[in-house]
């Protein structure tokens, strides 16, 4: 079982609907990592955030460390959105975990 | 752009073939990494290293031999691949080595293709 674990694995949408993209964590942590990768294969950090919300244009992201578990949501998806979304959570000072990704296609 | 580059962007090479892989950061960082991403699977770390030193080996096979000459440049040297090498190859690199509190900024990767 992944340390790091994201609901659901592949996700389609319409234009303009609210996306919502989980992650479970069974590790203690200081923060945890939310990126977005792009078919060309480019990865690109979205978010790091330890405690509540974080928002950023139409990307907002939330984190319960109690319950250890974070959710990206993404208000008014474009097809644009279409990529790759991972969570990540630190395990040593110098080292990462990854979920494996939550594929999603957003339809115009 | 993310201030991390990363070539060749695609690389075919036999299984006696070597190559190397290098990264370039343009953004003073102390930290650089190389991770391995196969179809269906996270993101493995391979090497880390912070100012120079290697500081992280992740049980990696000796047919990948990392070098960074400084603190912006870091290769990976292949030799003797298995096709199940077959991978895409991120570099990426960070202020510093703390995955709590630094953002890592990943090139655009070397999709790996090995016969």
């Known amino acids: 079982k992944n340390e790091v674990e994201q609901s659901p694995q592949n996700l389609t949408a319409q234009e303009g609907e609210f996306i919502t993209i989980n992650c479970s964590y069974s590790?203690?942590?200081?923060?945890l990592h939310w990126l977005q990768q792009h078919p060309g294969g480019g990865i690109v950090s979205l978010f790091m955030?330890?405690?509540g919300k974080k928002k950023h244009g139409r990307l907002i992201a939330t984190i319960n460390i109690q319950e250890k578990h974070s959710s990206l949501h993404i208000t008014a998806s474009h097809p644009r959105d279409s990529a790759v979304y991972i969570c990540?959570?630190?395990?040593?000072?110098?080292?990462?975990?990854f979920g494996t990704g939550t594929r999603l296609q957003v339809f115009p | 752009e993310t201030g991390v580059t990363q070539t060749p962007r695609h690389l075919v090479m036999g299984m006696t073939n070597k190559k190397s892989l290098k990264c370039e950061q343009h953004?003073?960082?102390?930290?650089m990494y190389w991770y391995k991403q196969s179809a269906k699977k996270p993101l493995e770390l391979m090497f880390v290293?912070?100012?120079?030193?290697?500081?992280e080996n992740n049980s990696v096979p000796s047919r990948f031999s990392p070098e960074c000459p400084n603190s912006s440049h870091l290769f990976l040297h292949l030799h003797t691949l298995q096709p199940e090498d077959s991978a895409l190859y991120l570099c990426?690199?960070?202020?510093?080595?703390?995955?709590?509190?630094?953002?890592?900024?990943f090139g655009p990767g070397t999709r790996l293709t090995v016969l």
């Open positions: 590790v203690g942590i200081s923060a």
């Open positions: 990540a959570v630190p395990y040593n000072t110098d080292k990462l975990i």
């Open positions: 990426a690199s960070s202020q510093d080595l703390d995955s709590g509190l630094d953002t890592q900024y």
């Open positions: 955030l330890s405690s």
């Open positions: 290293y912070s100012l120079e030193e290697r500081v």
């Open positions: 953004l003073g960082h102390n930290a």
